[in-house]
């Protein structure tokens, strides 16, 4: 059984880096360090953001083993060492390939689909880092479906920071403690 460690705060907040970097400080032999990359390339913006993650763990003294998997995360478990540290990168990127078509067709079925998958990875690995990013600031008159993303991506922060052995909100770089002990 392993370790759930929650990472989310705002865009370009250094939640990857930080994750990077705590999963390395986790290891402490033998085990596969697994970066579970959701990103899709579907426009210039995504592209670099892609490149930079990639250009980030090859330049990473650590041996990172990549697995692209932009959705259906349950679907790699049996190829996961028992003995992996997963940084998940990220959920909020995994909730728009699985379910945002422009209605959000697949709701709560989405949601929980991704919950169950996440937990089953945790329950597999040593450590499951998840990262994500929080889409929550009061902006006046949004269509419906960024409302139903905000609220499924809401309940899955909540019901994850529940299974988690610690939850930290980036903010600016620094890393805020919601939940557990400072690991770094």
């Not at 709701?107 to 994500?132: C, P």
């Not at 899955?156 to 920071?161: I, K, P």
């Amino acid at each position: 059984m392993g370790k759930l460690f929650f990472i989310t705060g705002g865009v370009r907040s250094g939640k990857s880096s930080y994750a990077e970097n705590l999963a390395s400080d986790l290891r402490t032999s033998n085990e596969v360090l697994i970066y579970l990359a959701c990103g899709v390339n579907t426009d210039r913006e995504m592209e670099k953001r892609i490149l930079k993650h990639r250009l980030d763990r090859e330049h990473s003294a650590e041996n990172w083993k990549t697995i692209e998997r932009p959705s259906a995360i349950g679907g790699i478990l049996d190829s996961i060492p028992s003995n992996a540290i997963v940084l998940l990168d990220c959920l909020t990127t995994l909730l728009t390939n699985e379910g945002f078509n422009g209605d959000m067709e697949g709701g709560r079925y989405v949601e929980d689909s991704i919950y169950e998958s996440i937990l089953q990875l945790k329950e597999k690995v040593k450590a499951l880092l998840v990262v994500s990013n929080e889409l929550f600031y009061d902006l006046p008159s949004k269509p419906e479906e960024i409302l139903q993303f905000q609220r499924m991506l809401g309940r899955l922060h909540e019901r994850l920071v529940k299974e988690s052995f610690i939850a930290i909100d980036m903010s600016v770089g620094i890393p805020v403690m919601k939940k557990g002990i400072r690991m770094r």
